[in-house]
């Protein structure tokens, strides 16, 4: 940690040794246009995914946790994908989401939706990659708000039905203010994890089409490991890593003032 | 039908069970039907595999194969797929007993022995865990470049050694577990190491089992950090070799090579997949006790 600060205040292509600029490469991260266009993809992209796998997970929790038919089925298939390599993720969605011949778009144009570009049109390609991010990542989301369901004791929502409260008030009133904690748990978990989003797009689009997709870290690899810009590199590292660490303190605040 | 009582009321039979609402029939299906949808990517990645080049694009959904073959697995394995097998097995089960056996041991020192600054230590343990490995990685890849630790196996497994997750999830562990039976081998005369290795660690068998699990699969799959110190072909993991059938996004190739790309998925899946289903029950309690303590 300490050596990649340092290596942040100097200019290194990895040959020979580093030559100390100062600022110079913070310098350069505020003038460099891509900065807030990978900053700005990451952000819509994290709109997009944090909500959605919030909601999907929360759903699949509470069906999950039903004591009917093939719950136990549907708790290994929901979290199946998480076990899979990104790699299979990447590869797999991306001929899902072919936009002739993928699967998605062969059964929406069978309801009558039109060919939608999911991963060759800028526009598009940050919902076809959450889509994948939402099939992997669901699951593990699913099991945290799982175990969040179990600590809740069973007598409160017994007495809540005793005095007269349908299925859904129980949910809305007692279930969901109790899952709180699981539920900031499981949002602090899926923020890291889009401010860090790359190897889904490594895999899927590399980035393209013209950028859309390139993500923070995305960028850091390209100028470390592609252009051997390691001081660059480490200056917009340790920037992503600050951004990590004040959305962490939030997060922990939160939930501190959430257990008063 | 002697007991059937009236709808509703609190003493009705288990008969009751089976009367379902027409809300909650709905709600039912529904979600299996999300089952099915979730299920549906595995299978269409196994059916393709096994479809001739001519069948994959269809203007048509099929779900089976008109034809079987087994000429995309024969591509898959016209590269050195074997050699990246051999390299992930040995990075990733060397990894992970390392790991185990270094996470067990430090974590049975956070918590059984005392030590000047102990506190500190575990926070700072702890701190690393909000630093994602992507922030290290620049730092760590030119630390690894200098002491010329790329391109072997090394370079793959040493940073997954001290494994922060692990050392938190056995001290946890030992926490909870009572004393007395250690310091009975104490007094029968058992130093430290004797101790923690015959008294201790036979009894973190669940620890060990869960952090073992979820530690294999992180290393089997991991991607990022293999991609960056392998050099060479014969180097690469499996997760980094396969990405190379990865058909580049609206490329003219990308037609030929979803076979070829979707057999390298499968075989690549199927050893996780199976390693889940044997032991889901541990996964799933591994993460609840990651998820929710850690």
Do not use: C
Not at chain 1, 136 to 149: E, K, P, R, T, Y
Not at chain 2, 102 to 131: C, D, E, H, K, N
Request: avoid cysteine; charged fraction near 10%; aromatic fraction near 12%.
């Amino acid at each position: 940690m300490g050596f990649g600060t340092y290596v942040s205040f100097t200019e290194w292509g990895v040959m020979g040794d580093p030559q100390w600029v100062g600022l110079e490469n913070f310098r350069r991260a505020l003038a460099d246009p891509f900065v807030p266009k990978v900053w700005g993809n990451t952000l819509k992209y994290g709109l997009i995914v944090v909500p959605a796998t919030t909601l999907t997970a929360l759903a699949f929790a509470l069906f999950v946790n039903q004591r009917w038919w093939g719950a136990t089925l549907a708790r290994t298939v929901f979290y199946a994908p998480n076990v899979v390599a990104v790699t299979v993720i990447g590869l797999v969605w991306v001929w899902l989401l072919d936009t002739r011949f993928g699967l998605i778009n062969q059964y929406l144009g069978a309801a009558g939706v039109p060919n939608v570009p999911w991963l060759t049109n800028p526009a598009w390609v940050l919902f076809g990659i959450a889509l994948a991010s939402i099939w992997w990542d669901a699951g593990f989301s699913m099991v945290i708000f799982l175990a969040g369901l179990q600590d809740i004791p069973k007598e409160l929502r017994e007495a809540a039905q005793v005095d007269g409260a349908s299925k859904f008030q129980v949910l809305r009133h007692i279930v969901l203010p109790l899952l709180r904690p699981a539920l900031s748990l499981v949002a602090t978990l899926l923020i890291i994890g889009t401010l860090r989003v790359f190897s889904q797009i490594y895999v899927m689009t590399n980035g393209g089409p013209a950028n859309a997709s390139a993500s923070v870290i995305m960028y850091i690899y390209r100028i470390g490991f592609r252009e051997f810009e390691l001081g660059y590199a480490a200056a917009l590292s340790l920037m992503l890593f600050a951004t990590i660490l004040v959305v962490t303190a939030v997060e922990m605040r939160m939930l501190r003032v959430q257990r008063w | 039908m002697v007991s059937a009582g009236a709808p509703g009321t609190a003493a009705a039979p288990p008969r009751a069970r089976w009367r379902v609402s027409p809300v909650v029939a709905v709600l039912w299906a529904l979600g299996m039907l999300v089952v099915v949808a979730w299920a549906a990517p595995f299978v269409w990645m196994v059916s393709t595999s096994l479809k001739q080049p001519g069948d994959i694009m269809t203007p048509t959904i099929e779900w089976l194969p008109r034809r079987v073959t087994s000429e995309n697995y024969a591509k898959v394995f016209a590269q050195p797929v074997l050699r990246w097998l051999v390299n992930s097995l040995i990075v990733a089960t060397t990894a992970t007993a390392l790991s185990l056996i270094s996470g067990a041991m430090a974590g049975y020192a956070f918590a059984r022995l005392q030590f000047p600054g102990r506190g500190v230590l575990f926070f700072l343990v702890l701190a690393t865990l909000m630093i994602p490995s992507e922030m290290t990685i620049v730092p760590l890849f030119i630390g690894f470049l200098r002491a010329d630790l790329v391109n072997n196996y090394a370079a793959f497994i040493l940073p997954s050694v001290a494994s922060v997750f692990s050392v938190y999830l056995f001290r946890q562990f030992f926490l909870s577990l009572p004393r007395e039976l250690e310091d009975a081998a104490r007094v029968d005369g058992a130093g430290r190491f004797r101790t923690f290795f015959s008294i201790a660690l036979p009894l973190a068998r669940p620890a060990v089992i869960a952090a073992a699990i979820l530690l294999f699969t992180t290393n089997w799959n991991a991607f990022l950090w293999p991609l960056l110190v392998a050099f060479t072909e014969e180097m690469k993991t499996l997760p980094v070799g396969m990405a190379t059938f990865a058909p580049g996004v609206g490329g003219q190739t990308q037609l030929q090579s979803f076979g070829p790309a979707m057999a390298a998925m499968t075989i690549l899946t199927i050893p996780s997949l199976l390693v889940f289903l044997v032991l889901q029950r541990y996964f799933i309690e591994g993460v609840i006790s990651v998820g929710i303590k850690g």
